[in-house]
């Protein structure tokens, strides 16, 4: 079994990254969402630049976020969650 690669993306817009988007770390679940999508309040932003300065500063994010400027896949992530009620 070939275990597929996802584009990764903001839970928020469903959006794949892309390097120089601005982002948004937060400190309940530690996940990266782009700035405007940032959905908590403001004491809630443990950091904040590029994606690609995040990605780098974080060894966590670092093997699973590396991304392209043009993404593997557009598919729309939030799809398969509307299947589900």
Known sequence: ??????????EVCGKPFKRNDMVNTDTLFTQIKHSK???FKPEFIKDTGTYEEIVNKYPKYKKVFIVKD???T???IKAQYKNKK
């Open 70 to 72: 043009k993404p593997i």
């Open 37 to 39: 999508c940032f959905n």
């Open 1 to 10: 079994m070939v275990k597929e690669k996802v584009q990764p993306h903001c």
């Open 74 to 76: 557009n598919i729309l």
